[in-house]
């Protein structure tokens, strides 16, 4: 604003023995200031008066006043309006108790919009844990929807630094596909997509359907999920935080949506573990580090040589494309392996070698010995299972044979 004086809003001046409550003011998608004045007395039981600051005129295309015949037959008697940002939907209430949402640029109601933020953080959805090694947030979809159901040419969307300015205004393509590509984590680090849909109808909404606002790149470990909020004439709101009110039916909560998302291939590390059992007759080769032989089968007759106490050695390997944490050895048979490994992590691309040893009565021969490893993906989700490898084992052979 230049700072010069506004002419006096010349909306109001038809309007008789009405009552007159406090606006809703708020920026549309075209950038123009606009209040909405909720009125009622006399003969009106429930209006919308509509006037537009930066035209200094009546909103164009909206009624004045604008009526509201199918919310409680029209008997809505106004006091005043929210403006929801994501949705960008007007929700009204007044005397009559009835809470009903309204299109702030026709004045239709139920207002047919529908909107999500999802935020966006590299750093803990990318598998390299923010190192910017990977560094595209490609893009974000809406899903789980009939498009035929969306004006994708009049929805809009907003992408802001997270608490902070709005950065971009992408449109959707026809796929109903944000493109988020030329947005740069490293200047950007945590984004907000904001997504104002604009529908034909509510069929999306109803039943079992859960239409998203997904955010999808082939190198994250998870995605992030975020479901559309229906504006209908019913008092509900899916919010992506829990929102709480009243109306004459009584008390209202939203939901939380949550939903388990698994890991991509290119975020699972690969693990593997190989036992092995010392083949030398002569002990100090079989110590850690020592050179062996180490293969799977003792060559028979060795271990009566050694007086029935084989040596293992167990390798585990993260061939990658992730570290890993929190390995452990499962080895039953031997609880020395077990002890020895402790716990540990490992670097994708990396191994690690465990020695132990058995103590075995020789008529327990042929001894078969089995070990797996079990691990976490580095930067997991909280609540993450660990994972466990296959088995492998080595067997200790007789002075017969195996």
């Not at 007007?90 to 809470?99: E, M, P, S, V």
């Not at 291939?265 to 002990?283: F, G, L, R, W």
């Not at 084989?310 to 061939?319: A, E, G, K, L, S």
Request: net charge negative; aromatic share 6%.
């Amino acid at each position: 604003m230049s700072g010069a004086p506004l002419a006096a809003p010349t909306v109001f001046n038809s309007l008789t023995n009405q009552l007159v409550f406090n606006p809703e003011t708020a920026v549309g998608s075209d950038g123009h200031l606009r209040s909405y004045t909720g009125t009622w007395g006399g003969s009106s039981t429930g209006d919308t008066v509509c006037y537009d600051w930066t035209a200094a005129a009546a909103c164009a295309g909206f009624p004045l006043p604008a009526t509201h015949p199918s919310a409680n037959g029209g008997v809505t008697r106004d006091y005043g309006y929210a403006f929801d940002q994501t949705t960008r939907c007007l929700f009204g209430l007044g005397d009559a108790g009835i809470l009903f949402s309204e299109d702030p640029t026709t004045s239709s109601s139920p207002c047919i919009h529908s909107g999500a933020d999802v935020t966006l953080t590299p750093s803990a959805f990318y598998c390299d844990g923010g190192t910017g090694h990977i560094h595209s947030y490609t893009n974000a979809r809406l899903e789980n929807m009939n498009l035929a159901n969306v004006d994708l040419t009049a929805s809009t969307a907003d992408v802001s630094d997270t608490g902070g300015p709005v950065i971009a205004h992408p449109t959707f393509a026809p796929d109903g596909t944000l493109d988020l590509s030329g947005i740069s984590p490293a200047a950007h680090p945590s984004i907000t997509v904001s997504a104002h849909l604009v529908l034909n109808n509510s069929n999306d909404f109803t039943g079992g359907n859960q239409p998203h606002l997904v955010w999808r790149s082939s190198a994250t470990r998870r995605r992030s999920v975020s479901r559309p909020r229906s504006r209908r004439p019913a008092p509900r709101r899916r919010c992506p935080t829990p929102r709480t009110g009243n109306d004459a039916t009584g008390a209202l909560t939203s939901n939380t949506v949550s939903l388990p998302v698994a890991p991509g291939p290119a975020c699972q590390p690969t693990v593997t573990v190989n036992k092995e059992i010392c083949v030398s007759v002569h002990d100090d080769n079989c110590q850690p580090g020592g050179p062996g032989p180490w293969a799977k089968h003792a060559t028979p007759g060795l271990l009566g040589l050694l007086l029935a106490n084989p040596h293992w050695r167990i390798t585990v390997t993260d061939t990658g494309p992730t570290d890993i944490t929190g390995v452990t050895i499962n080895d039953n048979a031997a609880p020395s392996c077990r002890s020895a490994a402790g716990t540990f992590d490992l670097a994708a691309g990396q191994s690690k070698q465990i020695y132990c040893s058995t103590s075995l009565l020789i008529s327990l021969l042929p001894f078969t010995n089995t070990a797996s490893a079990t691990y976490t993906p580095t930067n997991s989700p909280a609540g993450t299972p660990p994972s466990r490898t296959n088995d492998s084992s080595a067997v200790a052979c007789s002075l017969l044979g195996c």
